[in-house]
């Protein structure tokens, strides 16, 4: 490479590396049972692809949205946020994105400036990551605590990853990959925390209503304990639309009229038929995602049931989400996910592009349950 | 406000206040004309439509594309590159973006560090201002030079704007708002300059096709002077499919290959559906572009004609693009526009939105004939 740029300061997950390998084998006509995407893998709301359908029957001029989304776009994701999220939300306050990803690097953008930090937990999300690095930021990490069979929100350690350049915690819940939900206690605390020390929370709650009961999801933004809230959302994993790129985010009125700079340069705005993608699947929530939910705990269950014979694993129970994180008796966790993909045909992917290193990311939401049975029983014929 | 961030930096330019004004006058009953909005106010290529149709019935899962592109989006546009353009472009080379807007942050977050230097040409584009800032990045303008009725490339004025932080020059041809369409022999020359300083040369051809003959566009990546040279290009101005947010760039292998981490962290992947309807309108190259153009033409015409009775302005004559930038024989063109706004009910952006203070952007592609002479003629009443 003739230049050296940000991006230099990134290492690529190795995803990648798991990908190109799965596509090779694929090539050599093995069958794969890929469980390595975190989407569900079901059909979108039949109401999202149906408006999609009249939009283009009526549509002339295929000409840019106002910059935030179509005032009805953002007046239905005002709606579900109250309804869905117990968030006290307005549609002026509320952008529509191409993706949740972009709605973290507009969020990002508009509350620090280059130098500033930014906390993230891990094991965590990795575009997180690239976001903030790329954003000319410094990401400090702070651990989840492991208590219980659970992953945790360990206050002291986000305290200790602070300093007065600290401008943003980010809380992923339901965890990717951790599987965590923090409970309402979590959030309170880490709420109280945030406010005390005046920096900005972005709550990334891309997989909100995919949690398992008892568990649900509560977003800070509806505790009314922190002002600096910045609620981050998505209609690819529990809706299903990943192909549409389209996401949102919410948050204090000075922040989002801020941050449309951010999004005009971006963007411009989200690809109009997405948004109107994405008021039909809000219009179908209680059509949809009760059974998406219902499919996704059959799913775990097929996964939870048949690693227990497996003894090379040990699996963390997911409380949301569409995968769980099993610790390994091995290190090296790309290895070992190499190996196991060369040997039983199954994709998985290695903690280690999460912060877990040692760890693998097994996802359910992408496969029914008799084909997650078929990997289990190929895997537990595997030993590293 | 209660934090300041690097878009407090950023100023929106005055484009949002002439747009409130024209919404609020469009409520008390008003009819406006908009020769606002830089785009082609005709319908798309039918079969961009047609085959976003298609995909939604064959559709079951509406899951992620491959970060970069569907590799047949990719190839086609490399093919579309190699024969309207002459650039030896290939499927590896292209990414697919949400926008040209996203090419051009991805292009900038891939080639700098934060605290480098990039060049813009003024007049020119606020979009990439903002970009520039947002990534952390210093912004150093270099006039275009007008000479004989044009605006030309000044090498010795980017020369001037150029230290040892300099990482790219950004060019824009066809120009906005300059309408200035690079000649074959600028553009060589802003190679070679390139080359000699070892810079990037991000090249913006969103109006790649909408010329004016004898003018056609000349791409720098099709001279072979240059190795450092990104294209980047939309499919929202030449095949009117704004709504659908895609765009697209190319470059040197290594160069995309990095920046597939910032595609990652930004969008994962332009919208599918986007990308199915710019593969249509790929195939549709020679049954809609000179339609296009000739309706342009004949928009372009109407304007330069009803413009000629109105001693209030001088009108330059584009050689490209969808509008032409006028001098005012006043100052302050912020209030020239509300006043003209206000007046007349005819909708233009201030020139000072461009660093062109004392000018107006008037559009033309985005009306029929016929109601830009009557634009015209209202305008033709008003004397600031």
Redesign the interface.
Known sequence: ????????D?E?PPIAEINALASELEGQGRDLVNLG?A?L????PVKA?ER??EW?ES???????PDPGQPEAREAVAGFLRERKGIEASADRVILT??A??AF?NSI???????DEVVLMVPGYF?HD??VK???CVVREAPLRLEDGRYAIDIEALEAAMNERT?AVVLVSPGNPSGMVATRRETERLCEMCARR?V?LVSDEVYDLLTFPPVSHVSPASLGIHE?VIVLGSF?KVF???????GYYAGPA?MIE?????Q???????????QVAAMGAIESVDAYVPAAVEALIERRDALMDGLRGWSTVEALAPEGGTFLLARLGVVDDVEFCKDLLRETGVVTVPGSAFGAPGCVRISFGNQPAERIAEACERMRSFSA
């Not at 893998?41 to 979108?44: D, W």
């Not at 549509?59 to 949205?65: D, E, G, K, P, Q």
Request: with cysteine.
């Open positions: 490479m003739s230049w050296k740029g940000r991006t230099a990134i690529r995407q989407i893998g079901l059909p979108p692809v999609v359908r283009i549509t002339s001029l295929h000409v840019y949205a191409c993706g990803n972009q690097v953008l508009a509350v620090t400036r280059p130098g575009d690239f976001a790329l954003a000319g401008r005046d900005w600096k690819s299903a639309l990943a192909s549409w790129r389209v000075d801020e941050s449309i700079k951010v005009d340069a971006l963007v411009v705005c989200a690809p109009v038929p997405s």
